[in-house]
C-alpha cells in the first residue's frame, strides 16, 4: 500500500499546476467631470489612495485629452500626475471621444494624433490606444481596417479590453439616485459593484479558455468614476479571493492575444467577444449584466429597495 501513495504522490507532482487567473485594471475617460458624490480632485486622491491600498502597483488610465481644461474635470493634468507618480501608466483614448462609426477614418486618426500630441513623451506614458466607446467601426470593415493600419503606422497598440460589467452604468444610476433624493445602500451599492464586477471576470475568463484554449492575461474596463474611488480595494480583495492575480497593465497587454485582430460582421466591444464571435460560439458572448435591461431593475431592487 506504501507504494500506491508514493506513486499517487509522485502523479500529483508530475500534474500540470493550474494556471492562476491574471488580471489588470484599466480605467477610461480621464480626466472625468464630478459625479454624484465627489468632485474629481478628491476623487483622484481618493483613488490613488484606494488602489495602494490594494496593493494594485499598476493600473492603465486611458486619457480623453479633450477633457483637459474643460469646466468640472478638476485639475485634470495634476490628477494625471498624480497617477503616474503612484506608479500607474497613462495613454490615448482619444482626443474628443467620439465614436468610429460616425466618423471618417482620417478624421478619427488626426483626432488620436491630437491627442498623441499631448500624451507622447510624458511620465508613465504608453503606446495604447482604446476605443470610445470600443467602436471599432461597426459594420464599416474598410475603415475598420484603415485605423487598423493607422494605428500601426503610429506605433500604437490596441488597448483592448477583455473583461467588463458596465461600471459606468452602475455609477450612473447611483448619481441619478442621489440627484434625486432617494435613499442608497450604500452597502448594497458596494456588494453590487464588486459582485458584478467579479462575476464578469469569471464569465469572460471561461469564455476565453473555450476560444483560445488558456486563460490569458486579462483587462478589465472600469473608468474614473466615484464608484470605483470608493470600492476599487473591495473589488481587489474579492478578485484575490476567487483566486485572481492582479497584474500590471504591461503584463496583460503583452500576452499573446495582443496580437489577434478578429474579423466579425460587427466591429464593437471586447476581444474576448470578437474572438468568441469569430470562433463561432453562438450568443450571448457578453456578461449579462451589460445588458441596461437586466442591470437597471437589479440596481433599483437592491440598492434602492424598490419594488419592480
Known amino acids: 500500500m506504501k507504494w500506491i501513495a508514493a506513486l499517487c504522490g509522485l502523479l500529483l507532482t508530475l500534474a500540470p499546476a493550474a494556471a492562476q487567473k491574471r488580471i489588470a485594471l484599466s480605467f477610461d475617460d480621464t480626466p472625468r467631470h464630478a459625479g454624484g458624490f465627489f468632485e474629481p480632485d478628491a476623487r483622484a486622491k481618493m483613488l490613488v ?25 478638476g485639475d485634470g493634468g495634476g490628477n494625471i500626475a498624480r497617477y503616474v507618480a503612484a506608479g500607474h501608466v497613462i495613454a490615448n483614448h482619444s482626443f474628443a471621444h467620439k465614436r468610429l462609426s460616425g466618423m471618417a477614418a482620417a478624421d478619427y486618426l488626426a483626432d488620436i494624433d491630437q491627442a498623441q500630441a499631448w500624451l507622447k513623451g510624458r511620465a508613465g506614458y504608453r503606446p495604447w490606444f ?19 493600419e493607422g494605428l500601426k503606422a ?20 447611483a448619481a441619478a439616485a442621489k440627484a434625486a433624493g432617494k435613499t442608497i445602500d450604500m452597502a448594497a451599492l458596494r456588494a453590487l459593484y464588486v459582485e458584478s464586477h467579479v462575476e464578469a471576470a469569471e464569465y469572460y475568463d471561461a469564455l476565453a ?3 483560445l484554449g488558456r486563460s490569458p492575461a486579462h483587462v478589465m474596463l472600469l473608468h ?21 492575480k ?18 466579425t460582421p460587427f466591429a464593437q466591444g471586447t476581444l474576448t467577444e470578437a474572438l468568441a464571435w469569430e470562433k463561432g460560439l453562438p450568443a450571448p458572448r457578453w456578461y449579462e449584466r451589460n445588458d441596461l435591461k437586466i442591470a437597471n431593475p437589479l440596481f433599483r431592487q437592491r440598492v434602492l429597495g424598490e419594488a419592480e
Open 209 to 211: 479558455v473555450k476560444v
Open 130 to 148: 482604446r476605443y470610445p466607446f470600443l467602436d471599432e467601426g461597426g459594420k464599416d470593415k474598410a475603415k475598420r481596417d484603415a485605423v487598423r
Open 224 to 244: 474614473e468614476t466615484d464608484i470605483a474611488a470608493m470600492f476599487v480595494d473591495d473589488l481587489v480583495k474579492a478578485l484575490r479571493a476567487k483566486g485572481w
Open 246 to 263: 492582479i497584474v500590471t497593465a504591461d503584463e496583460a497587454f503583452a500576452d499573446p492575444i495582443r496580437e489577434l485582430h478578429p474579423d
Open 49 to 73: 489612495r484606494a488602489l495602494a491600498k490594494a496593493r494594485v502597483k499598476q493600473a492603465a488610465f486611458f486619457v480623453t485629452v479633450g477633457n483637459l481644461g474643460k469646466p468640472g474635470t
Open 154 to 173: 503610429r506605433g500604437l497598440a490596441n488597448g483592448y479590453v477583455t473583461a467588463e460589467a458596465s461600471d459606468w452604468n452602475i455609477d450612473a444610476l
